[in-house]
């Protein structure tokens, strides 16, 4: 198969869908809280009954401005709701509010890994409902299905790339970028695994040199970023399949089984006319005032853009400052010790060693430790003054994430500080070296590489406190 890639390029788009995070829905005053009990936050306006009218969320139109200015779109002075027209079990309605023609964002773009990716647009709409299949097989053995409306009218914005990106891996990067965007804003929460942001993948092939993009097939609903590449994978070879075999591919929408680790044919991809848009009659047009959207300007937080620059220009490898970026609660911790004057690169050591590790472990964010930029600074001011050790850090450090503290108060208790005292840790080092005569004739047979084991043992009788310097200057003489 590899060969046969090597035929052909790969052109992809991706329609992202990310839910607002506001307190209501969209056009009606219903909750919008995760994991609520099933059809309990609905409304006559979020059931289309009769004779109701929807309202507009204001502060969804605020987030999708913000979103828009950061992924550089424009903000037209005019934006309309549209009716989608289209029959589902969990739409209550039989439509969708949504922008067809008018958005509120167009003509953006956003930069990956030094490539730029254009947004062709970014708009307003409401969400479906839920639809849970039960039965032992899931979906293929269900004997019937239930319905959750908890969603039905939860704000979406919806982001459409342009067919930027020629493999998953640029795919998943843009996905991963989006998500760091969207919750450095705080309009969403990105977290995919609850569906609050979602993932419509739209992959063609043609065949290399072509300037004419082929058939397109779009993947529905991707739910994580390994699933988002393992199905784009599997398009592109499938979509290779049939054409070598003498087939054309069929415009249509697909679902990705991630257990099968295959696309399964779902419907046929439908196109604007099949849903036959109009415009929404029971709500205006929007204006939106250039001194609207300035104002939410003003309002802009530092993107991760920004900040891996700023933690690159500190003296962190582009590696380091993306993994710092890559955790926002982490980042704002950081920038927050760059403030109080902290060293940039001990304390990126710190965060991306053994508090990053300990982060992993107990699935929990940096905001649910005890540790605080003001102690993480003050114990790195310590290591820089000569008072403690890094080891000796290392192992604190792990005292202030766990039970909190002032790290000078802790090192003075427990009597942490550095030994610097030459005539001390002389007598220790003597001790070691008679102590231990076999090594010390194999060391003046040539074996220097037992040096280490010396320091070693230094260390280890100081409890990790002695000068490194100091010992080793001390055990060279002591060794000859």
């Known amino acids: 198969m590899s060969q046969l890639r090597d035929k052909y390029e790969v ?8 839910q607002l995070k506001t307190k209501s829905k969209i056009f009606a005053p219903d909750g919008t809280e995760f994991g609520k009990e099933q059809n309990t936050q609905i409304s006559p306006i979020t059931l289309g009954m009769p004779g109701v009218l929807p309202v507009l969320n204001k502060e969804c139109v605020n987030m999708g401005i913000l979103l828009g200015l950061a992924l550089n779109c424009e903000i037209p002075e005019r934006c309309k709701f549209d009716r989608k027209q289209y029959f589902y079990a969990d739409l209550p309605k039989g439509y969708q509010i949504s922008q067809y023609d008018e958005p509120i964002c167009v003509n953006g773009y956003i930069d990956v890994k030094g490539k730029r990716i254009g947004i062709t647009r970014a708009h307003l709409e409401e969400d479906a409902g839920k639809l849970v299949h039960a039965g032992a097989d899931g979906l293929a053995g269900s004997s019937y299905s239930l319905v959750d409306l908890n969603r039905a009218g939860t704000p979406l914005l919806e982001i459409v790339s342009e067919p930027d990106m020629r493999s998953s891996e640029e795919a998943k990067d843009y996905m991963e970028e989006l998500r760091s965007i969207v919750r450095y804003l705080g309009v969403c929460d990105g977290n995919l695994e609850e569906g609050s942001m979602r993932c419509d993948a739209n992959i063609s092939i043609m065949p290399k040199g072509s300037k004419e993009f082929g058939t397109r097939a779009e993947i529905k609903n991707v739910n994580s970023f390994r699933a988002l590449q393992r ?12 054409v070598e075999s003498g087939e054309k591919v069929v415009q249509e929408t697909r679902l990705w089984d991630d257990n099968q680790g295959v696309t399964k044919s779902m419907r046929g991809k439908e ?10 009659p029971d709500l205006m047009p929007l204006e939106i005032s250039r001194e609207w959207v300035e104002n939410i300007r003003k309002s802009m937080p530092e993107l991760p853009a920004q900040k891996r620059a700023k933690y690159e220009e500190a003296g962190l490898s582009a590696y380091d400052a993306n993994v710092i970026v890559d955790q926002m609660e982490t980042a704002l911790f950081y920038d927050k ?27 929990i964010t940096i905001n649910e430790t005890k540790i605080t930029p003001e102690s993480l600074t003050k114990l790195i001011q310590l290591i820089e003054k000569g008072t403690i050790s890094n080891n000796i850090a290392k192992n604190l450090v792990m ?11 802790i090192v003075e208790k427990q009597g942490l500080g550095v030994i610097s005292d030459e005539g001390a840790i002389k007598e ?14 194999a060391y003046k047979g040539g074996k220097q590489q037992l040096f280490g084991f010396f320091v070693g043992q230094v260390m280890k ?16 003489d002591l060794l000859g």
């Open 11 to 18: 052109v992809i788009g991706l329609e992202v869908h990310a």
């Open 231 to 242: 199905a784009i994978e599997y398009e592109i070879d499938r979509q290779i399949d049939v």
């Open 271 to 280: 196109d604007a006319h099949d849903y036959r848009y109009f415009p929404e």
């Open 337 to 363: 010790m760059l403030e109080l004057g902290a060293n940039a690169r001990i304390g990126s050591n710190f965060l991306m060693g053994e508090i990053t590790a300990y982060l992993k472990e107990q699935h």
């Open 399 to 409: 005292t202030l994430v766990k039970e909190g503290g002032d790290p000078a108060e």
């Open 428 to 441: 220790i080092c003597q001790k070691v070296v008679d102590n231990n005569p076999n090594q010390v004739a």
């Open 461 to 476: 009788e100081t409890k990790g406190r002695a000068n490194p310097q100091t010992v080793n200057e001390l055990l060279k």
